[in-house]
């Protein structure tokens, strides 16, 4: 594992205030890892496979990806479905980050391929304490290596 390159988490939110408070209680829950923060369905793509602006990269692959759904240009589930159905992306960990909780939209994001959903509590407190879970939750999880 000489040529171990940094582990980064790519954090897909269009809100600025949720994707502060994820990063913030990401990191109370000790997770030192580089999170990159997108804001749109379509940079998200264009950032895993090295497309648009990122065409000169040379960023690996995301070991995980937290989603959110409602999101401009290509919403949470094109994004899935995308990252899914592609052979460099398709074992990539996506966890499903979203104010929603209709069982339709759980069992379609499911059925896309995504690892884990988890609905955001709307309070202050209660969204702060479910991601520093998340967090604690994410320094346990192992991800496939990289062949």
């Known amino acids: ?10 954090l897909v939110e269009d809100d600025p205030g949720h994707a502060l408070l994820i ?7 000790s997770i030192a890892n580089d ?3 997108l804001d749109n369905g379509q940079k998200a793509i264009d950032f895993l496979f090295k497309e648009g602006p990122y ?7 995301p070991p995980l990806i937290l989603l959110d759904l409602n999101l401009p240009v290509l ?3 094109q994004v899935l479905k995308i990252i899914k159905n592609d052979d460099r992306t398709k074992k990539v960990p996506v966890i499903v980050l979203t104010t929603t909780d209709n069982p339709q939209e759980v069992s379609r994001c ?7 959903y988890i609905t955001k509590p709307v309070g202050y407190d209660k969204f702060s304490d479910a991601i520093r879970t998340l967090g604690l939750f994410l320094s346990i999880v192992k991800v496939p290596e990289k062949e």
């Open 23 to 29: 990063e913030k209680n990401l990191r109370r829950a």
């Open 75 to 77: 919403d949470g589930f």
């Open 1 to 10: 594992m000489a040529n171990q390159q940094p582990v980064i988490i790519l």
């Open 110 to 116: 499911y059925e896309l391929g995504c690892n884990v």
């Open 55 to 61: 065409k000169e990269d040379h960023h690996p692959v």
């Open 35 to 37: 999170i990159i923060v």
